[in-house]
């Protein structure tokens, strides 16, 4: 019986080798559920793969996968969404949002190859720039001298295609007293600074109101508006500064939520609540690998969370914040790489892939299918059924 699974198990990989074809199309996000994307059976590349005569009998069957809550395709080839499809709820920021289904192209009752179909979700520009705040205060002590800096907080475009999350800041002032620096932080986020361009005199003029623009480069473009104030006063210089930039650690799934994971640290040279740190997750840190995790603001310790299922072989990556007592606060971000090692011995798992199946995990044979023509990927020999046709 052993042997006979191996066998069906080399057959399975070669006809995913031999036969399987591999099909793209695209769709917007936000579209309505039952949106039409595409037909398989008048794609060009499909096409060439049969003759006319045979194109008139040829089905198709979507194999069960996850993304088959997402897209549906009918026996004739046609693609459909069954579903509005999320382009920020189902990828992640740098990566090509896209889902792969399998389908299956049958001729007559004959098995003939899998077709890997897959469906690039294209992101619309449905989410504008946000600041954390729309106004801060900044201070400057009236003998800074020219070049001096202070940090603001950047915005944050939740959509996740490149053009539609970049964005362009501008700096909008009815004098010429300041200018706007921007650079980029290991996660991507930007990094922004009031650049004091000429010497205050408190006596002259005392606050001084900016404006920092947020635009991201979506077509139609979107923006939003930081208004800074600007108090002629003292001010915060240093930044906390981290002990590692990089924090490599490897946890077992069943580490104890007791302990700490990892402890972050930074230092702030400043004296008084400018050297008061908190630590905090950074918001480029996705929401699928912060929920395993949890971060004491006051310490840098960083547990798991008390229904954190982690899964091995499994790098998380968590951006933490490392945020001074200053007004208004100067921070920098370190990484921490969570690596789940396995510490289990088990037995390996067999992936079964059906086909084409009658009743539930059951596999058809019918009797009087060709000689050397498969009707399945990998079955149990134990759930093999043999159907007689009526005569």
């Not at 490897?250 to 008061?276: C, E, F, L, M, Y």
Request: proline residues 4%; aromatic residues 8%; glycine residues 4%.
């Amino acid at each position: 019986m052993l042997k006979m699974l191996r066998i069906l198990w080399l057959v399975s990989l070669i006809i995913q080798c031999y036969h399987c074809l591999n099909l793209t199309y695209r769709v917007k996000e936000e579209n309505s559920p039952i949106t039409y994307i595409g037909s398989i059976a008048t794609n060009k590349q499909f096409l060439n793969s049969f003759s006319s005569e045979e194109l008139k009998v040829i089905t198709f069957n979507q194999l069960q996968q996850k993304e088959a809550e997402l897209f549906n395709v009918t026996t004739t080839g046609k693609l459909y969404t069954l579903q509005t499809i999320d382009a920020e709820s189902l990828c992640r920021y740098n990566k090509e949002c896209s889902k792969v289904i399998k389908v299956a192209v049958h001729k007559q009752k004959t098995f003939v190859r899998i077709l890997k179909v897959k469906i690039i979700i294209d992101d619309i520009n449905d989410h504008q720039p946000e600041f954390p705040d729309k106004e801060i205060t900044l201070h400057f002590r009236e003998g800074d001298g020219k070049g001096m800096k202070k940090s603001i907080p950047n915005a944050i475009d939740k959509d996740v295609g490149f053009k539609n999350r970049l964005i362009h800041y501008k700096l909008r002032q009815t004098n010429h007293s300041f200018s706007l620096e921007v650079f980029k932080h290991a996660d991507g986020v930007s990094y922004l600074q009031i650049v004091l361009e000429e010497k205050l005199d408190r006596e002259v003029k005392e606050s001084y109101n900016v404006e920092v623009i947020a635009e991201d480069r979506g077509t139609p473009a979107k923006q939003s508006v930081l208004n800074v104030k600007i108090i002629v006063d003292d001010e915060n210089d240093n930044r906390p500064v981290f002990a590692k930039r990089i924090y490599n650690v490897s946890v077992a799934k069943t580490h104890k939520t007791n302990i700490p994971v990892v402890i972050v640290s930074a230092q702030d040279s400043d004296r008084g609540d400018n050297r008061k740190i908190s630590y905090h997750f950074s918001p480029m840190t996705s929401e699928m690998d912060s929920t395993h995790f949890q971060l004491k603001p006051d310490t840098g310790e960083i547990f798991l969370t008390e229904t954190s299922s982690l899964q091995e072989k499994v790098i998380y990556e968590l951006f933490i914040e490392a945020r001074d007592g200053g007004n208004p606060p100067l921070s920098s971000i370190a990484t921490v790489m969570v690596n789940v090692i396995n510490q289990q011995n088990n037995a390996p798992n067999i992936d079964v892939n059906f086909i084409s199946t009658r009743n539930h995990n059951t596999a058809t044979i019918l009797e009087d299918i060709k000689v050397e023509m498969v009707n399945f990927e990998l079955v149990p020999l134990s759930k093999y059924k043999v159907v007689r046709p009526n005569r």
